[in-house]
């Protein structure tokens, strides 16, 4: 069984989440995932590893509670432990020799994008964050992510935080201004990757991004992440989930990953019907 060390609200429906798990810590890097199960009875679910601490053997997770199962997972408090906790899953980022990056990361996304580039730092890369999210009060990670750079920009789609743009405008300009990057790391929306991806497609600047599919098992035996990439097959749980943006197939991703929305609302639906049945029975 696996320990919640240290529970932590972020905004309204994201939390994180401090896991004693040791021989995941001990081979951790950023890029990859882990696949964890709340109870006996539960689905199996990938969460990318937002941090780790090797010498007190922790991984942190950080997740929004929008199905059953993260709904279930956000109950559990510091103490309780879940029944599975798998990994490290994935290839981890290839972040070797990159002098200057800009990390982009969209709403939840930032989370994944956070270690990618407190890595890069570390490693004394010079690293640009755009972050973007709906609003101020979605902002995660703030305080992590400006030490984690060596620039940060924060904007909103409402501009409550200051200012109202893209993540997508912010690296134009940044482009623009004469910014000469090795790289560019796309973590977010589906539909974000991609449009950052036609951002940088003219400059042929390299573009990573981190492909959160439909996953079940994680070692490539059931074919549900598989995904289109430079006309092949690829899965992201064994080949990725890093790939190199501009030859991923977002169309067809999408539609793939909008093609349990069904199964997942009613599955949420079941949750609350259980959960206030429940809660008549103890009043």
Known sequence: MYQILKKKTLNVNTKLMVIDAPHVARKAEPGQFIILRVDEDGERIPLTIAEYDRAKGTVTIIFQEVGATTQALGMLNEGDCLCDFVGPLGRESELEGLKKVAVVGGGLGCAIAYPQAKKLHEMGCEVDLIAGFRSKDLIILADEMKAASTNLYIVTDDGSN??????????????????????????????????????????????????????????????????????????????????????????SSMRRAAMYKAQE?????????HCNLYKKEVE
Not at 168 to 181: F, H, P, R, S
Not at 183 to 192: Q, S, T
Not at 230 to 238: L, R, S
Not at 265 to 273: G, Q
Request: charged share 25%; with cysteine; glycine share 12%.
């Open 162 to 251: 200051g200012r109202k743009a893209l993540v997508t405008q912010v690296l134009q300009e940044l482009i623009d201004a004469g910014n000469q990057y090795d790289a560019v790391i796309a973590i977010g929306p589906m539909i974000m990757m991609k449009f950052v991806c036609e951002t940088t497609r003219p400059y042929g600047i390299k573009t990573v991004v981190s492909m959160n599919t439909i996953m079940v098992d994680g070692t490539g035996m059931c074919g549900c992440c598989r995904l289109t990439v430079g006309g092949e097959t690829k899965f992201a749980c064994v080949d990725g989930p890093d790939f190199d943006g501009h030859l991923v197939d977002f169309d």
């Open 265 to 273: 609302k009613a599955a949420v639906e079941r949750r609350e019907a």
